[in-house]
């Protein structure tokens, strides 16, 4: 029953910035865990930053000092700020949540860093 909806992804120039936006909604539990992942074609899902509830943040070594993952428990919503965007990032961003019970996914939204 839980719903994930993204928002934020895009064409942009290498250098620049996008925000990346899941909200959950529908949930029986309280969320433990939201975080992002991310897929390239020929590639496996791999981690990208998350985040607990009490705001302990964990990243990939390919985007510290690049992108910095924020959540508002308020509103059950987790962001990915993305700077100085390179080629390489270019992927199938997916918003992740965990619950005592689940994780849930979200469709995924597309990343393309080109000049």
């Known amino acids: 029953q839980v719903q994930l909806v993204e928002s934020g992804g895009g064409l942009v120039q290498p250098g620049g910035s996008l925000r990346l936006s899941c909200s959950a909604s529908?949930?029986?539990?309280?969320?433990?865990?939201m975080g992002w992942y991310r897929q390239a074609p020929g590639k496996q899902r791999d981690l990208v930053a998350d985040?607990?509830?009490?705001?302990?943040?964990n990243y990939a070594d390919s985007v510290k000092g690049r992108f910095t993952i924020s959540r508002d428990n308020a509103k059950n919503t987790v962001y990915l700020q993305m700077n100085s965007l390179k080629p390489e990032d270019t992927a199938v961003y997916y918003c992740?949540?965990?619950?005592?019970?689940?994780?849930?996914w979200g469709q995924g939204t597309q990343v393309t860093v080109s000049s």
């Open positions: 992740k949540v965990v619950t005592a019970y689940t994780i849930y």
């Open positions: 529908g949930s029986r539990f309280s969320i433990a865990a």
């Open positions: 985040i607990a509830r009490d705001g302990t943040t």
